[in-house]
């Protein structure tokens, strides 16, 4: 068989591309515009649930980051997932609610040209947080036509867009993309979200993606009202409803604003591509997850609503240079790259607060974080049917931190490096054959590596912790087309971790905790029925266990040990286009020795287009078309409510699936 034999990537719609004798591991693809657009969106993080595997839930109010599962990882807000758009990553290191916190509220779904994911330490050129798996949004450079759109729905839902690219100049030798929206959504709550926020896009670009250049600046602001995850007791005594809030005070308000350039060349054989990107960043964000466990006084006057805040400043770019040689008559793909980052922060704090009034100060730093990455891979074709793919890559970091309390301030650096290595057998009658090893890593907050002590109680003495944290893992896979129309991948995976990031409810952050392992099973289909009608599916098995031995138990909170996704959609069969999805989320430990569990969780969604002519179309979305009460997250650790006792108790604490909810939207294409 030649390197040209088809193994395409999965996709709902079109092939976008195809991944034979280039991909490196069967649990990387490619997502398509034309996919998403046929998805019914709750929340623009839910983009990241087309890559296999992945569930996005919330646990406080949406202008929050979301909560990502992939891979029997709770990973928080983001931690061990790595994510970029536009060249530009979005993980947020020694942030000030959780490390690598990740919010794309900022993302424009529409303007979206694909996803590019990866899941795995296997890949010399990501680093940090990516050892669970790592994902590049691309957006277009272009647009068909200009959009423009209205969508509403209840509780007060309203979201407009506008977006449209043009000629820079008379000869179109470059273009400008704009889009601007503007959202607002109370949310199905008893205290009104009042979720509002504006999102600006402007992009100029010339060329292609290999050999062009963009200009991409962006702009977001959104504030809101949450409803955080309660107690289960709570509504067990009928004290609350299941949308009621116990604090109506928590909430948020953020901003984002970035600019970034990406040049590509190719001349003489040899791709080079340059980034940078700058970015200014801040976050108020106030909750009250135990609600007046620390109050001294029966009824909680004040309680233990607490703020997080931060401002940041944070500038980076990567170079990479691709080529092509012989070596002893075996064709060689070389690649080196390097990449490098700073984040200034500038207040990050945690405050005692009531609501939303400051009432003292837990801690407060100024931190100044450096980071530099060099990778380099050879890709081997050492016959029509064996290519192997051997990288390194090295990271050097730095931290400064300048804290209220002397013991805390200091600096602290590490260096690590990470190999990867790559075997691919194939392809064979439409099948190749993937084994991969690779070292990872991800970083722990600066605060953390110069630590002294604790900072609620400067008397007592903690443990500092280690700047970078080592990970491993292997898998072996298999991408193939069985029959005509359908096409798979299977990989079975593992992952080993030096020390796990895990949330602390009580204290609303991520702490270092103890070493784990995980391993698992994906496979991940699509089935063209005929020319209009499609069907994919996701379906992940996994187990994950701490491995040091602790009486506490092996379990690891919040790592679910099954997830699927699977979709029904057709489109162009007439005028009429949709798509019916089921998730589901399999149950979960919640404490380390399993004796609390939360249940397995499904739901459904479902998106019926029609176009009325060339230039509009109408598009209902149903969310939880079954009107399932379940919910979102849940957590178990010690609150208190009023008349308790000072110790507090052990709960489950939920934030529910919101209700049934319909949405009408109104495209016009000009």
């Known amino acids: 068989m030649s390197h040209a034999e088809a193994v395409p990537t999965i996709d709902i719609r079109a092939r976008a591309e195809d991944l034979a004798g280039v991909a490196q591991a069967a649990s990387e693809g490619v997502v398509s515009a034309e996919r998403l657009s046929l998805v019914p969106l709750l929340r623009p993080g839910e983009v990241l649930e087309m890559v296999p595997g992945l569930l996005v839930t919330q646990h406080a109010g949406d202008g929050k980051a979301n909560q990502y599962f992939l891979r029997g990882f709770n990973l928080d807000h983001g931690t061990d ?59 277009r450079r272009s647009l068909d036509a200009g959009l423009a759109q209205v969508t509403v729905g209840p509780g007060g839902y309203v979201r407009t867009l506008l977006a449209d690219s043009i ?102 054989g040899v791709h080079r591509k340059t980034e940078w990107w700058a970015l200014q960043s801040a976050l ?24 997080q805040a931060e401002r940041r400043t944070a500038a980076g770019g990567a170079h990479s240079r691709h080529w092509a040689s012989t070596w002893q008559g075996v064709d060689v793909r070389h690649a080196w790259g390097v990449q490098a980052r700073a984040d200034d922060v500038a207040p990050v704090g945690l405050y005692r607060t009531h609501q939303r009034e400051r009432l003292g100060t837990v801690r407060e730093d100024r931190v100044q974080q450096q980071s530099l990455g060099l990778w380099a891979e050879s890709e081997l074709r050492w016959n029509d049917w064996l290519r192997t793919t051997a990288g390194v890559r090295g990271d050097a970091y730095r931290f400064k931190v300048q804290s209220n309390l002397a013991a805390n301030s200091g600096q602290a650096q590490s260096a690590l490096l990470s190999s990867k290595l790559s075997v691919v057998l194939g392809p064979w009658r439409g099948s190749e054959f993937y084994a991969n090893h690779g070292q990872g890593y991800h970083s722990n907050d600066a605060r953390g590596t110069t630590l002294r002590v604790d900072p609620a109680d400067p008397t007592n003495a903690v443990q500092s912790v280690s700047p970078l944290v080592r990970t491993r893992g292997e898998e072996i896979g298999l991408r193939s087309e069985w029959l005509p129309g359908w096409t798979s991948t299977l990989a079975l995976w593992q992952l080993r971790m030096a020390s796990e990031l895990l949330f602390v409810g009580d204290a609303g952050t991520t702490e270092p905790s103890r070493p784990s392992r995980r391993r698992g099973v994906e496979w991940h289909h699509f089935v063209a029925l005929n020319a209009h009608w499609a069907i994919d599916g996701d379906l992940a098995w996994s187990q994950a266990r701490f491995t040091d031995g602790d009486l506490a138990g092996p379990y690891i909170p919040g790592a679910a040990s099954t997830t699927a996704n699977l979709g029904l959609s057709w489109d162009g069969q007439g005028p009429w286009s ?82 049934r909810t319909v949405r009408l939207r109104w495209t016009h294409r000009f």
């Open 284 to 307: 108020d964000l106030w909750s009250n997850f135990a609600y007046c466990l620390s109050d001294a006084q029966a009824m909680c006057p004040v309680g233990d609503q607490f703020q």
């Open 81 to 139: 997932f790595a994510t970029w758009v536009a060249g530009v990553p979005v993980n947020m290191p020694s942030h000030a609610h959780g490390q690598g916190y990740t919010d794309l509220n900022f993302l424009i779904p529409e303007l979206v040209q694909q996803v590019r994911y990866r899941k795995g330490p296997y890949f010399a050129e990501d680093g940090d947080f990516a050892s669970a798996g790592s994902a590049r949004i691309e957006l």
């Open 167 to 268: 000629p820079a100049r008379s000869d179109a030798a470059g273009q400008w993309l704009y889009g601007v929206e503007l959202f607002h959504n109370n949310g199905p709550w008893t205290v009104p979200e009042h979720y509002r926020k504006f999102n600006g896009v402007l992009r100029y670009s010339e060329g292609t993606a290999a050999q062009g250049l963009t200009l991409t600046a962006m702009a977001y602001q959104g504030r809101w009202t949450s409803t955080d995850q309660v107690p289960q007791r709570a509504l067990d005594q009928g004290l609350i409803g299941r949308y009621d809030s116990l604090d109506p005070t928590a909430g948020g308000n953020t901003q984002r604003y970035s600019l970034s350039g990406e040049w590509a060349q190719m001349q003489d």
């Open 578 to 659: 949709g798509a019916l999805r089921l998730r589901y989320w399999g149950a979960r430990p919640l404490v380390e020795d399993n004796s609390w569990r939360a249940p397995a969780a499904a739901w459904v969604n479902l998106r019926v287009g029609y176009r009325t002519s060339k230039h509009e179309q109408w598009a209902l979305d149903v969310y939880n078309l079954l009107d399932r009460r379940v919910n979102d997250i849940e957590y178990a650790y010690v609150s208190r409510l009023a008349g308790e006792s000072a110790q507090g108790l052990l709960d489950r604490h939920v934030h529910p699936v919101e209700p």
